[in-house]
Every structure is written in C-alpha cells, then in structure tokens.
C-alpha cells in the first residue's frame, strides 16, 4: 500500500537501521531523506526537508518509523 517513494525512503532506513544502529543509532534527518531521494530520483542534490518530511510523517502514522525528540526518524525494527 506504500508509493514507491515511500517504499524508497522505508528501504533506506532498513538499510540504515542494519548498518549504522550501535554507531549512531540509525537515525536519519528528513533533510538527509529528502538530499538521498533527491539525488536518486531527480538527480538533484538540491532536495531537503520539505521532501523528507511528509514522506517520513506519513511512515510514522502508518507505524513504520519512529521520531525523535529533534525531529529525526528511524526504522521500527519490528516492522521487518
């Protein structure tokens, strides 16, 4: 039931939770989102928050992600 933008962005932050969990906790910005799609998808580096967020808000209703108290998100392990 996911776009594939949205597929996109869950399967970056799998790929994040696998490889970056016990040095940073796996936690992505929505401007770190938003560039990685940007750069993937539009060839532009350019992109930022304003399109991380509302694809990582609707992720987070939906119960796939969690958000931090700074506004960082990241995958909820047991939606694996």
Known sequence: LLTNKEQFVLDYL???YDTDFFINGAWASPTLV???YGIKFLNS???HSSTGSPILKKLKNLGFVERSEIGWYRFLKNQD
């Open 45 to 47: 580096d350019k992109r």
């Open 34 to 36: 938003g560039k990685v």
């Open 14 to 16: 799998k790929t994040i």
